[in-house]
């Protein structure tokens, strides 16, 4: 083949690629991107509607003073106190097993049949009712101390957090290239100076991310904490008394019939929904610093 018929072959190439799409191909196109568009705007209906309920609701009554008086006083101070206090247990119990969990599925057992069933119990996991849950830290710490407190609380939220921090760590340490460990091991480095230097470093935007989700899903549980922690009107007295929290104040007194505390509800609605929102932003900021670097 000579240089004319190259020539002949590229230019033909070049007018197919920059000539318009026939009209029928361009009328599917619009039509499964305005079908999309449509499924998108249906989709965040529900979601705008209860974001507007909230707030509408809940605005009006929104007071400083809220934030340091508890629920017996018509505000929030302990429910906040007591929600940040039982995801903080829950986050000392799960993250370390978690991220260790996930860095052995990742790097040292990714053949072991033990590290199999450990993936696959921990997919089960992700699927367990918080519900069932709640029963089972019920039955492991409320009957053997003999009464609900944080630290109970925090057991339930901890075995709800601990499978999603195992599966984000193991995917966050999949997506580091095989040649960063390769390169590490050509210097000399053991397989574990690899792992906890190279590998879990280049990962931690990744790991964060996992943590900041499960703590996001964790604040907003309600059904382990009526098991476990229960409720205070007031200040708790400790770590192993009834502990407020957000989520079990709204599931309280929605139903009372005094108009302050229900009014209450609705602006402690807010102030969860926002707790939960800072936590999301944190962790789409931690992951488009990952997509950045």
């Known amino acids: 083949m000579n240089n004319y018929q190259h020539s002949d072959i590229d230019q033909s190439l070049a007018t197919e690629l920059f000539s318009p799409l026939p009209k029928s191909r361009l009328l599917f196109t619009y039509l499964m991107n305005a079908i999309a568009f449509a499924f998108t705007v249906l989709a965040l209906i529900p979601l705008l509607s209860i974001l507007w309920e909230i707030i509408a609701r809940g605005i009006s009554g929104l007071k400083l003073e809220m934030f340091v008086n508890s629920v017996i006083d018509f505000g929030f101070g302990n429910a906040i106190l007591g929600t940040a206090t039982i995801v903080t247990i829950a986050a000392i119990l799960s993250v370390p097993v978690g991220i260790f969990t996930g860095i052995f599925l990742a790097e040292f057992g990714r053949t072991n049949p033990a590290a ?90 990744g790991i964060t991310t996992g943590i900041l989700l499960a703590v996001a899903r964790a604040a907003g549980e309600t059904a382990p904490l009526v098991f476990t922690a229960l409720f205070s009107l007031d200040w708790s007295d400790g ?28 602006t402690t609605s807010i102030v969860l929904l926002g707790l939960v929102l800072c936590v999301s932003i944190i962790s789409r ?4 610093k990952k997509k950045i670097n």
């Open 285 to 288: 900021v931690v992951t488009r």
């Open 116 to 205: 199999n069933f450990v993936r696959f119990i921990t997919n089960i996991l992700t699927g367990v009712p918080s519900i069932v849950v709640g029963v089972f830290a019920y039955g492991v710490i409320v009957l053997l101390t003999k009464k609900f407190s944080a630290i109970a609380g925090g057991f339930a939220l901890a075995t709800i957090m601990l499978p999603v921090i195992v599966l984000t760590t193991e995917e966050a340490l999949k997506l580091i290239p095989t040649e960063q460990r390769l390169a590490s091991a050509a210097l000399g480095s053991t397989r574990f100076q690899t792992t906890f230097r190279i590998v879990v470093t280049a990962a931690i935007p």
């Open 239 to 266: 770590l192993l008394s009834p502990t407020a929290s957000l989520p079990v104040l709204i599931y309280n007194l929605y139903n009372d019939p005094d108009p302050q505390k229900h009014q209450l509800v609705w």
